[in-house]
């Protein structure tokens, strides 16, 4: 977990960027959650950080907690944390497979 946490960190920190989003919003994959998890991902840093994660949903949410706890963001309501906890999982799995809703 730990290790996690400092990959993403050293990601985040590496591609911070005023709010782009290099990845376009046309290549995201399809699915419900995707306009959340677009704006709030891209608010604070490139897109490209998130696509290039590959985490398991166990890890997505971690991620979330400690982006909460520990960088300031604003905690997301229950129903749209899952909305993107489930997209993120879906979009950006730990092992790469066709998305599919």
Not at 84 to 98: G, I, Q, S, T
């Amino acid at each position: 977990m730990k290790r996690t946490f400092c990959l993403f960190a050293a990601l985040l920190f590496n591609g911070m960027s005023t709010g782009a989003a290099e990845m376009p919003w046309d290549e995201l994959p399809e699915g419900n959650g995707r306009t959340q998890v677009y704006a709030i991902c891209s608010a604070c840093h490139s897109f490209d950080i998130v696509a290039t994660q590959g985490l398991s949903r166990d890890q997505w949410d971690e991620t979330l907690v400690w982006m909460t706890e520990k960088q300031g963001m604003a905690e997301l309501p229950a129903e749209i944390r899952e909305r993107v906890l489930d997209y993120l999982f879906r979009a950006f799995p730990a092992e790469r497979e066709n998305f599919s809703q």
